[in-house]
């Protein structure tokens, strides 16, 4: 068997067999595995023919429980899935918008999401679903009380990308302070004719104040890297760690205002919340530093960028960079004229490696739920009462 076209308001170009040619999933970069993804064919999610990617079965016999993944995911985590459950996999690295998600979950028992929102519209058509598995630690695109209504179970993948993301905030820092992105561009441009002694001066880093709002695990990940720069470590966050761990970071609490003011560089890694909506506005940028940095690696609705865009031209704060935005991937009109700013794709766990690392723990997660077992990262367990 072949392929067969999908309908054309399916969105979907094509139907994936299970004796279809599979390609596997490299841990490459950029191109390389767009490329690969723009080959893979496509799935068929709609109507009771489906056809899955893997573990397709004949009528009458022990049905393996139905499982849609939304988007492409590396092999391994899919062989995983496939072992026990029929697999359906969306071909395109984008978002399905609700309609199209919850028709495809129609008839499914396990969801594992990956960038896209699962609201009330869709699980409303997902009479089947028994768990939601987020590939990702932040789960602000689930509504999660809608879920535990109905009782679907809810996990998510913290820990594996802890030390990527906090990776990647460091490198924002650094990119900010030292104006790196802004000297790339200078020399790529032709505009580098000569050395001067007052060329892009940016700012140091070791022995300064690095300020971090939210204390979890990438905050304290974040830290450790100031360390290594002996930088004075500042925290703040809803509650305040044991001694042992503040002595072993050599990290010290303090209350909003003294993070906000005596920070060189502020970094944000709080959850998004109704609380944290907005945590970063006019007022607390009038409160830090003009020589500070603000560093979001956490959610771009915790700052209101409307605010920001103000405070950078003004120069009321020397520089941010950002890898997350308020209505991503849309910015503020302003915000990419600006030269103080780094600006990053929503990349912080962006590696080979932890991105493999997340699918299988989402894929974890979901067997665990679909096995009846409590799975290791449960978002809500008022569903196990």
């Not at 067969?4 to 969105?11: E, G, H």
């Not at 028709?103 to 939601?132: I, N, P």
């Not at 992105?181 to 690095?210: C, S």
């Not at 001694?243 to 050599?250: C, V």
Request: charged fraction near 25%; hydrophobic fraction near 40%; glycine fraction near 8%.
């Amino acid at each position: 068997m072949g392929f067969k076209r999908a309908r054309d308001s399916d969105n979907f170009s094509s139907v994936e067999t299970s004796n279809s040619p599979r390609h596997p999933f490299l841990l490459q970069r950029g191109c390389q595995f767009r490329r690969a993804v723009a080959n893979r064919p496509a799935v068929d999610v709609h109507g009771s023919a489906v056809v899955s990617t893997r573990g397709t079965q004949k009528k009458g016999h022990n049905l393996k429980p139905k499982v849609f993944v939304t988007r492409p995911l590396p092999q391994r985590a899919i062989d995983l899935l496939a072992a026990q459950c029929a697999v359906q996999v969306h071909p395109s690295d984008s978002a399905l918008k609700p309609p199209q998600l919850g028709e495809a979950c129609r008839d499914v028992e396990g969801l594992l999401a990956v960038g896209v929102r699962v609201s009330e519209e869709v699980l409303s058509q997902a009479a089947k679903l028994r768990v939601v598995a987020n590939c990702g630690v932040g789960y602000d695109n689930i509504d999660v009380a809608a879920c535990s209504r109905r009782k679907i179970v809810v996990t998510n993948t913290p820990g594996v990308l802890t030390d990527t993301t906090a990776d990647l905030a460091f490198a924002l820092l650094m990119a900010a302070a030292r104006r790196v992105v802004e000297a790339d561009r200078f020399v790529r441009e032709g505009h580098w004719q000569r050395w001067e002694f007052g060329m892009l001066w940016g700012a140091d880093i070791h022995n300064k104040t690095l300020g971090i709002w939210g204390f979890g695990r990438i905050g304290q990940a974040l830290a450790r890297r100031g360390r290594g720069f002996d930088m004075k470590i500042l925290y703040h966050s809803r509650r305040r760690s044991d001694e042992t761990l503040e002595r072993e970071l050599e990290a010290c609490y303090v209350d909003r205002d003294t993070l906000l003011r005596e920070s060189d560089f502020l970094s944000l890694h709080v959850p998004m919340t109704p609380e944290t909506h907005h945590l970063i506005g006019a007022d607390e940028l009038r409160l830090m530093k003009p020589s500070a940095f603000l560093i979001n690696t956490a959610r771009g609705k915790v700052i209101d960028e409307e605010a920001l865009v103000t405070a950078l031209k003004a120069k009321a704060i020397a520089g941010a960079g950002l890898d997350v935005f308020e209505h991503e991937p849309h910015l503020p009109p302003d915000l990419a004229k600006l030269e103080n700013v780094v600006l990053l794709p929503h990349v912080g766990s962006a590696t080979g490696e932890t991105r493999l690392a997340m699918a299988m723990l989402a894929a974890d997660n979901l067997l665990a739920a679909l096995e009846g077992r409590r799975p290791p990262n449960v978002v809500n367990a008022e569903v196990f009462d």
